[in-house]
């Protein structure tokens, strides 16, 4: 961890620093939370977790201070957990190892964890700070925010006593968020037959791979590749050109990050191998092409392989016609909120295999009824198939309030501190923000964080000058933050 080891402030980075190296998937927070709890206890704090398993440290007041507002300072304990084909890395056992590169920590062949990391580390830099000047503070750090905000859906109404919160999981220094999309998890599942290859027939193992990947809400518009998408673009184009037969797909490894990779084992006649090649590299140049100035790094390979049984004819190609016309990407663009997408999808998860099939599609938007509609038609278009359909995970968006007092605190912190006043964003990614407010609804909310690129793939970064000016603006508006009235 020298990397970590150079940065300033100090007093930030040391946490950042302990949540490397303890593992955090979503569902197996419970280490870090384990280790945070017994920190805080031996600092005097008092702890608490809740029945879905979020910690929240209460911090006293300031001498002086005791009738200020207060404040919950918010952020989620797990990560999104992704590497790069060929790095060796076990997230429930190894430290992320980042670098330091032009002004950027990175964590090259993994993601970082950056999201949430710093916005946690800015809290408990709060909670050792003898310095920091404040009212009441509770820091609230949810589990399973990656996998489906299990740990604020699960929060219980009364626990937290602030009525100002501040969430620390945003990822674009300058700017205040005041508004993200709900969403719902789509979930398909169908058996399908298996039938034994026929004689005369090859086995190779299929590859999409070099794509960008990246956040399905905060990326999503930018149309980068989604290797799902491109390898069933591909699997339907050859299963009547080349008589292709699908033994097994395997694409994308979580729900909220765009597909960086996908592979299919496939069978074709020995008789057309020497074209399924020519095909690929056509196939190839044809994707680079259309994702030029975005994902033109796409590479598509094929490897020995071997298996007896492939999917039925029949099956495979209802099952791969419906995966082909369902939606991924930009459904509309906000008319309220210009410039930020309204409604999307992504087609993050598919596991196909064995006589099952298993696909996610995660459904975000700013309006409920947007996300509702769209679950619909993908919920409409699979039922054509026969196939078990289930929704999981709804929560709601985090409606704008432009009178909020919290934000007005903010802008008036930064224009003192920076000079100029900052941007008021709605962001199309999901915040628990959305799911507190109905939990809390006279609860003013402001999400901030530093500069954080790449989230939810390989090679996340961070921007070291943004994460100080972060914890610049936390001490100053803490310190402001009015008395009660």
Not at 5 to 15: D, F, K, Q, S, Y
Not at 81 to 98: L, M, V, W, Y
Not at 184 to 198: C, G
């Amino acid at each position: 961890m020298t990397a970590i080891a150079e940065l300033e402030p100090r007093e930030v980075w040391e946490h950042f620093q302990t949540l490397c190296e303890i593992p955090r998937p979503s569902k197996h927070e419970q280490h870090l939370r384990d280790y945070l709890q017994g920190w805080a206890e031996l600092k005097g704090l008092s702890t608490q977790v809740d029945r879905a398993g979020n910690l929240i440290i209460r911090k006293p007041a300031t001498a002086g201070l005791e009738n200020r507002r207060g404040v919950v300072l918010q952020g989620h304990l797990d990560m999104v957990c992704q590497a790069n084909s060929g790095t060796e890395h076990d997230f429930f056992k190894d430290p992320i190892r980042p670098a330091l590169r032009d002004g950027w920590l990175v964590a090259e062949d993994t993601t970082l964890g950056a999201d949430n990391g710093i916005g946690v580390a800015l809290a408990l830099a709060v909670l050792a700070s003898d310095t920091v000047a404040h009212g009441p503070v509770e820091v609230l750090l949810t589990v399973d925010e990656e996998a489906g905000m299990g740990g604020a859906l699960g929060l219980d109404v009364g626990v937290l006593e602030g009525d100002l919160l501040i969430n620390i999981d945003t990822e674009d220094w300058g700017e205040f968020y005041l508004g993200c999309a709900g969403g719902v998890d789509v979930n398909v599942r169908r058996a399908y037959a298996e039938e034994a290859l026929p004689a005369g027939y090859e086995v190779g193992r299929l590859s999409v791979k070099g794509l960008r990947g990246g956040h399905s809400g905060v990326d999503i518009h930018e149309e980068r590749g989604n290797a799902n998408k491109l390898l069933i673009r591909l699997i339907r184009e050859l299963e009547d050109e080349l008589a292709l037969r699908v033994v097994s797909f395997q694409g994308g490894s979580a729900r909220n990050a765009l597909a960086r990779e996908a592979f299919a084992v496939v069978a074709y006649p020995a008789a057309a191998a020497e074209k399924l090649v020519a095909r690929l590299d056509a196939f190839q140049q044809e994707a680079r092409f259309e994702l030029a100035g975005v994902d033109e790094g796409v590479t598509l390979a094929l490897e020995p392989a071997s298996a007896n049984v492939a999917m039925s004819p029949a099956d495979q190609r209802v099952i791969f016609a419906a995966l082909h016309a369902a939606p991924h990407g930009v459904r509309r663009m906000s008319r309220r909120v210009p410039g930020v997408v309204e409604t999307s999808n992504n087609l993050g998860v598919i596991a196909l295999g064995q006589g099952k099939l298993f696909a996610n599609f995660m459904v975000r938007s700013l309006l409920d009824a947007g996300a509702r509609q769209l679950a619909d038609e993908i919920e409409s278009l699979f039922g054509l198939i026969g196939a078990e359909v289930e929704r999981e995970g709804q929560y709601p968006g985090w409606a704008p309030n432009p009178q909020s007092l919290l934000l007005e605190l903010f802008q008036q912190v930064y224009e003192r501190e920076y000079g100029s006043r900052a941007e008021v964003k709605v962001i199309h990614a999901g915040l628990e923000c959305g799911i507190l407010g109905g939990k809390y609804p006279h609860m003013d909310m402001v999400s901030f964080g530093p500069d954080i690129r790449g989230a939810h793939a390989p090679g996340e970064r961070v921007r070291v000058e943004t994460v100080g000016h972060a914890w610049r603006l936390l001490q100053a508006v803490l310190e402001a933050v009015p008395e009660r009235a």
